[in-house]
């Protein structure tokens, strides 16, 4: 059970040390009844608006707390973060992203399967003041996606301050099988997220070795751009749609009552059948969505423990590198999340959990075509192999430097390089990939596809895990089976990263292109 004092004795945090960051300010909030109301962003249906969505990147100002000046930050017209978008399979959507921004950007729709010309990469930047115009035709299984920023070497802070959205796909199957789906009310989408702000209250990205290695870690921790936020839900079932948008931070969520929940989604749409946990883990880039019974009237709130880097509690010593927020804070503590407070006078439509969600075949492996190896380097050229996650306590070795940045990371020994492929696998085939993470644990995105985990650690995946994917937290080496039905060019190329915003930006990606 995830009590207040587990929370606190999990980061190894004394209640009276006197913290400053989001555990105390959070508390503070709820006794002055002070608590933001979750922000629940605007809905943006695609047919609604006659098949055409229209984007603007741009600086704004924004208040995380009723206590907190408004603070500069980016989003997708809005101040911070963007719109939830809502497209359905079979529609074709005339999408337009313009950027008001000083900076280069891009919007990259993360999940959505389309072909790489389209897919909003590094490799489709955005000038300041131009607008890019791409056609997405919408074929796929029903799932929480989501878009953000992805510009060569600026994805971490442009995320950090603001520009990511949710994004909704339908074809129909959560309406059949009567699963909560009023949005706003027993469909809630949560965004989460950490932050640093600094003594003068403004927000603080840090791009220092440090977070080069270990990624930017908030010492407040965030949903849908609030501090600590309250959300008025049904005495009923209700359906939370669970997006880590953060740059580095994975999320060991739980309710403070230990009460269960059934996750029935994914990355890539539904599990076969719902998975009841009492915990469960996100990690940056991934989406799970879960079903959570409030019928019996008591609030709850939702809370994750401390993370200590390694994402795996002892994996390989990194948590004593954890760092600290300009408050002394831990930028890894554990914290509330949402509280849920159960209105009786708030009516939702009946909803139901079924035994069974959807048909999944089990994968068959013998498809593949070519089987790869694929390393995830902390620095390239300095042992292959040697401390991969998982190991034991290593300490912190000497990192190379590329000039102009920060350590250095790579993909199978090599620095990432905008103007190489990295692999041409073919298209409509099918390969296995072995991924070894290397010195830390690893959230591993791949565009273009969803993939199968056949094993992690030479295990069977959890159930929760058994359904199709596009990142996937791997402390330990796995197999994936990969499908590559998406046209990716020389020119417009797919990216295979490491979903820590700062890897990515230093280094820890490659890309590939289908034949």
């Not at 959560?174 to 702000?197: C, K, N, T, W």
């Not at 049904?234 to 359906?239: D, H, I, K, Y």
């Not at 492929?421 to 298209?427: E, R, V, W, Y």
């Not at 915003?501 to 230093?506: C, K, Q, S, T």
Request: glycine share 14%; charged share 20%.
């Amino acid at each position: 059970m995830l009590t207040r004092r587990g929370l606190l004795a999990g980061a190894g945090v004394l209640a009276g040390a006197g913290a400053l960051g989001v555990i105390g300010r959070a508390e503070r909030a709820r006794a002055a009844g002070a608590t933001m109301p979750l922000p629940v962003p605007a809905l943006m249906d695609a047919r609604l608006s006659g098949g055409v969505l229209s984007l603007v990147a741009a600086a704004g100002r924004h208040r995380f707390a009723p206590d907190l000046p408004a603070v500069a930050t980016y989003g997708y017209s809005a101040p911070c973060l963007g719109p939830v978008l809502r497209l359905r399979r079979g529609d074709a959507v005339k999408v337009s992203v313009e950027n008001r921004l000083d900076v280069p950007t891009t919007a990259h729709w993360h999940g959505l399967l389309v072909p790489a010309e389209v897919d909003g990469g590094p490799h489709h930047p955005i000038s300041p003041g131009a607008t890019w115009r791409p056609r997405l035709e919408v074929d796929q299984a029903e799932a929480t996606c989501w878009y953000h920023a992805h510009p060569h070497g600026d994805t971490g802070r442009q995320v950090y301050m603001g520009l990511a959205g949710m994004m909704i796909i339908e074809d129909g199957t959560g309406a059949e099988l009567g699963l909560p789906q009023s949005y706003g009310v027993d469909d809630l989408p949560l965004i989460l997220q950490d932050r640093l702000f600094s003594r003068k209250g403004e927000l603080e990205f840090r791009n220092f070795a440090r977070e080069r290695i270990l990624g930017t870690r908030g010492d407040t921790l965030v949903v849908n751009g609030a501090i600590s936020p309250t959300a008025r839900v049904p005495a009923a079932r209700v359906r939370l749609r669970l997006l880590n948008g953060a740059n580095a931070r994975n999320f060991h969520l739980g309710f403070d009552d230990g009460r269960a929940f059934n996750v029935i989604a994914s990355d890539g749409g539904y599990l076969p059948a719902p998975v009841p946990m009492q915990a469960l883990t996100i990690s940056p880039g991934e989406r799970f969505e879960i079903v959570v019974d409030f019928s019996d009237g008591r609030d709850a709130v939702l809370a994750t423990t401390g993370d200590p880097v390694t994402g795996e509690a002892g994996s390989n010593g990194l948590g004593v590198l954890t760092g600290r927020g300009p408050t002394g804070t831990p930028t890894n503590g554990p914290g509330a999340l949402v509280t849920f407070r159960v209105d009786p006078s708030l009516a939702a439509p009946p909803s139901r959990l079924p035994d069974r969600l959807v048909p999944i075949a089990a994968p068959d492996a013998s498809r593949a075509v070519e089987r790869r190896t694929v390393t995830l380097d902390m620095w390239p050229g300095q042992g292959g192999r040697v401390g991969a996650a998982g190991g034991g306590s290593i300490g912190l070795p000497r990192a190379p430097r590329v000039p102009g940045s920060g350590p250095a990371m790579g993909m199978n020994g090599q620095f990432h390089d905008m103007h190489r492929i990295d692999f041409a696998p073919k298209l409509g085939s099918s390969e296995i990939w072995e991924v070894f993470p290397v010195l830390m644990p690893h959230p591993f995105h791949v565009h273009g596809v969803f993939f199968r985990v056949l094993s992690i650690g030479g295990a069977p995946p959890p159930d929760h895990l058994a359904a199709e994917k596009d990142t996937v937290l791997l402390g330990q080496p796995a197999e994936l089976l990969l499908r590559f039905n998406q046209h990716a060019t020389e020119a417009h190329p797919f990216m295979v990263h490491c979903h820590i915003l700062d890897h990515e930006d230093g280094g820890l990606m490659g890309q590939y292109m289908t034949t």
